[in-house]
């Protein structure tokens, strides 16, 4: 029992940077995420005193974790289902359940269920042997069940055989169509367990080697019915699937029709810009959904905010502070995240926003504060 | 030395609320804010894992604070200026330093410093003796000269004798004239040790009972040319002090003048509505003077920002919990910024705030934002 003043705790399994910002945002609640990282370097692990260190397919680490939250979620799909379900059975209050989870772990069981509502996806098929792939048609993208995340995981075929080595492994694959696409957009939606829904407005995905670059809010020249029907997919998605907290829908926008790319359930790289960009950020967002409070606005707060991420550069160039000194010069306005990471070349370290009208020129201006903290020059 | 990507540490000495927010703005700069506090229940001690226990009094605990940091600073003024000083003369950088800050520690020093510069301020005079306070002229404001704040440490007096103790006790005291005020105002301006200034716009604030209840960003109905000399007294007072962070400069509104009350220097309550309200928050334009950062945009998010202060409510009534989802309900934009302090009757727990641009309806929604959070009904 709390006591009156007391508030619920919410754990976070993951100590990345999407628990640090969550902890971020939940300071304003008054409180602390309670994080579950494996080191105590992790990027939310230095952010906040709340850290207990564990693995997080670590039956003791997790029940240990749940027994100390009033309601857990996670900062990233690596728990394993049955891990969870397990936290459930043992009474802990786990946001969202395993079951829900399940269709952001694993890309089949997503694929089967999505075909099953009728909402559109693109043609695929589980393929257990090479003369499946052949069967499918080739090229076509082929994609590891689970565990791939930015770009990992998603392999071009030309030739069935290429896949021969990850079958002989036993690694459950799906093979999707090509699809011929003119730009990636996302929405996001807020879910809470008695059913309030709260959706972002679309916005656009822009992608390099697999890895999202930036974010444009909200997507430009979006037809109004075309937001309107993400809108709704997402609205269909999160209550079919039972989601809590916040779900995010990767789209293909092939010109002619909206594809559902891949799920994701909690923060999630396309809604950073609604920390400046939006009344309420996804990441106080997810925590009122997940502590079933209600939900809060989600107004834009400029006509368009603009994110790029920054990626860790080469070694050598200008020192880490005397970049953030050479933004802070260049860009007065520019609002910038660093997720107190350890530099590697292509890890995301953090990220910049924008706000205002000018689109091209928002663009521009995120561009050239990410490059400056990777290259240490626009 | 520091290794390439790392970056300069920011100590804070006291552990409030001040300390807490400065925290989880300079998360974004990619660090932890380093707190040293009196306990390990401080609003800021459970909001950051960089915390140090020690008195904001104590030689030794403050030597070996600072020599963790590369830059320290302050949430409170109650650091003796001897000590400050100490630090300096060890070789650690402190912004401000001891002889800016003696000027919002000290309202004898202050009140004598504005008049050499010829700054507006009320008829006052330092009195050490019932015939000196005679002799200023009866019925006037009475102030300890250090000490006070939140209303504490200010008399209204209306016989001389009222002071008799005080004096007794050695305590230096302040009179000054009442004045006839219509308001008060406040503006905030941060300084950098390169020189670098930004000034926010001109506030009005609501006190009562000598606490801020209210800040109305930017004040209504205020005059450009008054705006304008607001904020080139600021201008002035930075500058001739040498202050180095964030100072905020309270002022009496007469309707023909602007009269100088009080300085602080560091994040001050009058300054919270920036965490929505301007592109850059106060906490992190603090953080980013001390460190010498080129300063952020302080342009307005918003036509209108108002932020109420959550005091302490008396015991009973719904639990906190309730009161917080019973305010989520009834208005989805309000902002929440709870403090993790424990609760006392009138003791500063929180501040809530609202944008827009309607101000009367901004001043309505913000009291009964923070009214469901004190007494749990609007």
Redesign the interface.
Known sequence: M?D?????TVGMIGGGQLA??T??AI??????LRVLAVSPDDSA?????D?RIGRHDDAVALDEFAAECDVVTFDHEHVPSERIEALAAAGHVVRPTASALLHAQDKSVMRRRLSELNLPVPRWEVVTSVEDLDRFGLPCVVKTAVGGYDGRGVFMVERADEIAAMLADGVVLVAEERVDMVRELAIQIARSPRGETRAYPVVETVQENGICTEVIAPATGLHPDRAAQAQAMAEQIARDLDVTGVLAVELFDTGDALLINELAMRPHNSGHWTIEGA??SQFEQHA?AVLD?????V?S??PATVMANVLGGEAGGP???ER??QL??VD??A??????K??RPGRKI?HVTV?GDDVPLLRQRAREAASILRHGHP
Request: aromatic share 8%; glycine share 8%; proline share 8%.
């Open positions: 709390r009156d003043n007391s508030l619920p640090r910002m902890h971020q300071l304003s609640l008054g409180r602390s692990a230095v952010a906040t005193p850290v009344v309420t009122r409070y209600p939900l809060g606005d107004s707060t400029a020192a880490f502070d953030l000194r802070f010069t007065p306005q609002k910038v995240h660093l997720y107190g350890s530099v953090g706000t």
